[in-house]
């Protein structure tokens, strides 16, 4: 394995010294790879958590503008980035936090024929959006590539956490969530509302995921959803069993490409 220079040695050095990580985990980090998608609340932390952790290459997919009601909670923006590309302005914000990584703006709206393209270049996707059809785009996606999504939400006090590898077994999203929420049942963000810290807790939570899943550390949340609720400070753990009937990774499979 790679030696780290003396320069990350001296950047990632409270990294190096937890037994954990050491030397070679932070070697493992700097040659991962991932992609996030979505560069608002959740993405925003994500983001600059795992720039500053040196994941060596990062890619940020979104495809919308920096709108003034974003930097309540989006804290990879700034009050000068309002109107400009919401890409742009995160990848800006993290280049300065570590410019010694490969960080890439990708401004584009995923769909069914370009999900497969734009994922492949990374190890591992991490789910930041607050939209249910790219959410099933994502899990298809990424099940038929083998890549591991940590995905989170949030929406007012509430945030939610899991991650799906279930090409190994395990559920996909679809197992968990099989159905789009109803038009107007759905509560999201822009019409509920949000406290702006809770996407911070749910963004760090699943920062703290990814490098997890990257270095095999601890227990991942490979076949749980956590639920956490910030007006009781409680944060439970519930089991995501595989659907049999699931149509993309159950039994009699129906889905043979994403959002199929
Ligand atoms: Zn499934």
């Known amino acids: 394995m790679d030696d780290l220079s003396d320069a990350d040695l001296e950047r990632y050095a409270r990294h190096v010294i937890l037994d954990e990580i050491g030397e070679d985990g932070q070697v493992a980090l700097l040659q991962s790879k991932v992609c996030i998608v979505g560069a608002g609340g959740l993405g925003s932390p994500v983001l600059m958590y795992l720039a500053a952790a040196g994941i060596g290459r990062i890619g940020l997919v979104d495809f919308d503008t920096v709108d003034r009601?974003?930097?309540?909670?989006?804290?990879?923006?700034?009050?000068?980035?309002?109107?400009?590309?919401?890409?742009?302005?995160?990848?800006?914000?993290?280049?300065?936090?570590?410019?010694?990584?490969?960080?890439?703006?990708?401004?584009?709206?995923?769909?069914?024929?370009?999900?497969?393209?734009?994922?492949?270049?990374?190890?591992?996707?991490?789910?930041?959006?607050?939209?249910?059809?790219?959410?099933?785009?994502?899990?298809?996606?990424?099940?038929?590539?083998?890549?591991?999504?940590?995905?989170?939400?949030v929406v007012r006090f509430e945030g939610q956490l899991s991650t799906f590898r279930a090409y190994e077994g395990g559920a996909c999203y679809r197992c968990v969530f099989p159905e789009a929420p109803a038009e107007g049942v759905v509560a999201r963000c822009d019409t509920a509302g949000i406290l702006g810290p809770v996407a911070g807790v749910m963004g760090t939570l699943q920062a703290t995921e990814v490098i997890k899943q990257i270095l095999g550390l601890g227990t991942g949340m490979v076949g749980r959803l956590m639920l956490y609720d910030a007006l009781d400070n409680d944060m439970r753990m519930i089991k995501t069993p595989k659907n049999p009937a699931c149509p993309l990774c159950g039994d009699k499979p129906v889905i043979l490409r994403p959002g199929g």
Do not use: M, W
């Not at 919401?86 to 995923?110: D, F, G, M, W």
């Open 69 to 153: 009601t974003n930097l309540q909670r989006q804290i990879a923006h700034t009050e000068d980035s309002v109107g400009t590309s919401k890409v742009e302005s995160a990848v800006a914000r993290a280049r300065a936090l570590n410019p010694t990584i490969a960080i890439e703006a990708l401004e584009t709206k995923l769909d069914a024929e370009n999900i497969q393209s734009v994922i492949a270049p990374y190890d591992l996707v991490v789910d930041g959006t607050d939209n249910y059809a790219i959410r099933i785009l994502l899990n298809d996606a990424c099940f038929f590539a083998k890549k591991p999504l940590v995905s989170a939400s």
